[in-house]
């Protein structure tokens, strides 16, 4: 099972040396990297090879990063300005369009395989004009994306915007092949349900985002803290074409944790089950 925790954990904190080898210590070999500026400024050439320094001094593999949603948000601060590529005012949309560019060129440093990308952002309905404005910025982005190796995965998002549905309508009217989707878990659990998410999106499904919730908010819990089904969950990864990556994206609780051990530790459960599964698999 490929483990790989994303540092939304940490989105609050800088991203630096001991961090990157306490997160190796603990026996996870890669990382996804959410994009804040106060978490890691991707916009800094010195700040991106220090990364890369840290990165292989650790031992640690940068799996994807997180494409930037929200601009100015400072170390400490829960929200800023919105970064939306389906911004249908042009100013704005290419203004959106410029920072994930900025967060691309990492690759050109740090080889990773994948961006994960929000069509929208917060709870849009699926307006034709801010598809068409998508479809605009992802055109280019895909291609900018392929000159530097990585792939853009979009990810559902709890909303008719970001819904696996829509996400799989727009590939197949816009005919941008090369989009990729990143299943979150939590997401389909506060929309449709992780069962018909999974369904909809499994043909071109390349990673996801693991981590619970109680259906009503996005809590980002680790699995089992909350009330998704995993035995059904772990089911449908079991029976998956291609091995998943497990990329858990888990917040920050009021009391400081979850803790590395936790991880790890959910890490274990999650390959125990998946195992079990899929020996029951080769049997049948």
């Known amino acids: 099972m490929q483990r790989v925790l994303s540092t939304y954990r940490y989105v609050h904190h800088p ?23 106060g978490h890691f400024n991707y916009r800094s050439q010195p700040a991106v090879l220090e990364l890369g320094g840290a990165l292989e001094e650790s031992g640690l593999k940068l799996h994807s990063l997180h494409s930037p949603t929200e601009r100015d948000t400072a170390v400490g601060r829960d929200s800023g300005v919105p970064i939306s590529i389906s ?16 967060a691309l060129e990492v690759a050109e440093r740090i080889p990773f395989q994948y961006l994960v990308q929000h069509i929208g952002h917060g709870r849009e309905a699926a307006d034709p004009k801010k598809l068409d404005a998508a479809f605009n910025s992802l055109e280019h982005l895909v291609i900018f994306a392929k000159q530097r190796g990585v792939t853009i995965a979009l990810e559902n998002t709890p909303s008719e915007l970001g819904s ?35 369904e909809m999106m499994s043909e071109r499904l390349v990673t996801t985002h693991v981590h619970d ?7 980002h819990l680790l699995p089992y803290d909350g009330t998704i089904d995993w035995d059904a969950t772990l089911g449908l990864f079991s029976g998956a074409s291609q091995p998943l990556p497990i990329v858990l994206e ?35």
Do not use: W, Y
Request: aromatic share 4%.
């Open 213 to 219: 919730n109680h259906g009503e908010k996005d809590e």
């Open 87 to 102: 911004e249908t005012e042009r100013v704005r949309r290419l203004d959106a369009v410029d920072e994930v560019k900025r």
């Open 164 to 198: 696996p549905e829509s996400l799989q309508q727009f590939i197949k009217e816009t005919h941008l092949n090369g989009l990729k989707l990143c299943l979150d878990l939590g997401h389909a659990h506060l929309d449709s349900g992780v069962g018909g998410a999974f």
């Open 15 to 37: 991203l630096g040396p001991t961090l990157l080898a306490e997160i190796a210590q603990a026996g996870i070999p890669a990382i996804e990297i959410f994009c804040t500026l």
């Open 250 to 284: 888990l917040k920050e609780q009021t009391a400081g944790g979850p803790v590395l051990d936790q991880v790890r530790a959910a890490f274990d459960k999650i390959e125990e089950k998946l195992d079990g599964k899929r020996s029951r698999i080769g049997k049948t």
